[in-house]
């Protein structure tokens, strides 16, 4: 069971590689048609677009190398791999979605203010081609973003730039049929408006890991209490549920049991009865449990205080 949940892991880490790859080249190649279009039409639109797209590019890159980081074998030293190098790189990306959204709110705001004239023609075409590449790139991230907080951060890039395409497009739209400039403006502050809680979201979700909280679909209280309600558990104490990374919740806890239930059902089926209750029922299947006879609780007692 525990074989098999690794190996789908490390699957779905694969294809999440494989998919990220692909974003990468397209992003890098919008990024060129952007920046060559702005400066064959002078367009400033096109050019903090293109910065967008400059932005997205680093996070795809970053998300793709944690990943590769966090495929590589445990040693001694780091048992557990570089898995967490995942979610450092959320944390990143999340900190550059902040950071992009406090931009575009300045520029946004300086803009209304001063409005400079648009070239609305060339940027319409060269948003369309920004946009269509975008949707190929959302398209093959959008089946995986549920995967790891990394492909989530990588997904929520690919959105703000999609965002920022479908912004310079009905920007160039209404300044060719109306010729008010200030239209870009007021798009790029719905575009940070939309990213904005998204990006506040991804960043609580990292920290948390980080601080190794309890994953918010466990319930510590029914869990402690379901453990409890097994035949023979005396206790459970010392109690811990975290995610060593996106996917892969742990938990470990001492199980204080009689010593005639533990004689006559035998430590096995025990802890495979542990191991069912946690596994099935809270989808938790990175356990390590020490079971304690009730005889040894005074002497465990002695050594160790519980919460």
């Not at 048609?33 to 002078?42: C, I, M």
């Not at 409005?115 to 995986?144: E, K, W, Y």
């Not at 951060?153 to 010729?179: F, I, N, P, Q």
């Amino acid at each position: 069971m525990g074989h098999g949940h690794g190996h789908d892991w490390a699957a779905g880490r694969a294809e999440d590689r494989r998919r990220l790859r692909y974003v990468l080249a397209i992003t890098l190649s919008v990024l060129a048609v952007e920046v060559v279009g702005s400066l064959a039409t002078g367009s400033l639109a096109l050019l903090a677009d293109a910065g967008h797209m400059l932005t997205d590019s680093a996070a795809v890159a970053i998300a793709l190398s944690a990943s590769h980081l966090a495929a590589l074998p445990s040693t001694d030293r780091r048992t557990f791999g570089l898995q967490r190098a995942e979610i450092l790189a959320a944390l990143a990306n999340a900190v550059v979605l902040l950071a992009l959204c406090g931009f575009l709110v300045v520029e946004g705001v300086r803009r209304l203010a001063d409005p400079h004239p648009v070239d609305g023609g060339p940027m319409l075409a060269v948003a369309g081609l920004g946009l269509l590449g975008n949707l190929v790139a959302l398209r093959l991230l959008s089946t995986r973003k549920e995967s790891s907080l990394n492909l989530r951060a990588a997904y929520l890039e690919v959105l703000t730039d999609l965002l920022g395409s479908v912004a310079v497009l009905v920007a160039a739209l209404v300044v060719l049929t109306t010729g008010v400039d200030r239209a870009d403006p007021v798009a790029t502050l719905l575009v940070a408006a939309m990213v904005l809680p998204r990006s506040f979201l991804l960043l609580r979700e990292a920290v948390d890991v980080l601080l190794e909280a309890t994953p918010r679909d466990v319930d510590v209280d029914e869990l402690r209490s379901r453990l409890s309600g097994i035949h023979g558990v005396v206790e459970v104490h010392d109690l811990h549920v975290w995610t060593i990374t996106s996917g892969v919740p742990s938990l470990s806890a001492h199980v204080v049991v009689e010593d005639g239930a533990l004689a006559s059902r035998g430590l096995g089926a025990l802890l495979d009865e542990l191991c069912a209750c946690v596994g099935d029922d809270f989808d938790v299947e990175h356990v390590t449990f020490q079971v304690e006879p009730r005889s040894h609780r005074e002497h465990e007692d002695l050594g160790h205080h519980h919460p």
